[in-house]
């Protein structure tokens, strides 16, 4: 299995789905909640990013695998947040499911 269909799985694989979804208010608190993760998230994003590319310009190119490992991971954070804040999924992100 090569990373892009691992990528694809995390994001498009099998979620447990809860049975019953969060009632409007508790919906209304997680997403305001959630979109402040969100904007912390895309502030996390821009420091990694000029860091991996600091590292990139000072070694010929190569980019740090844990950096990019991290980027991947965030990226997929991000995918199940807007899902739930969209309605496209039921399951909130980390921290209240596990990080897969």
């Known amino acids: ?4 269909d691992k990528l694809s799985g995390r994001l498009h694989g099998e979620q447990n789905e ?12 997680f997403i305001i909640l959630i ?4 904007s ?3 502030t996390v994003l821009w420091v990694v990013t000029v860091i991996q590319l600091i590292i990139r310009v ?3 190119g ?12 965030l ?8 899902r739930y ?10 921290p209240w499911t596990e990080i897969d």
């Open 58 to 60: 000072t070694n010929n």
């Open 1 to 4: 299995m090569d990373n892009n």
């Open 75 to 82: 990226g997929v954070w991000m995918a199940k947040a807007v």
């Open 18 to 29: 809860p049975d019953e979804g969060d009632g409007l208010v508790m919906r209304i608190l």
């Open 40 to 42: 912390v998230s895309q």
């Open 35 to 38: 979109g402040v993760m969100m």
């Open 85 to 94: 804040m969209t309605g496209g999924s039921e399951v909130k992100p980390w």
């Open 62 to 73: 190569t980019p740090n695998e844990r950096l990019a490992d991290f980027g991947t991971d």
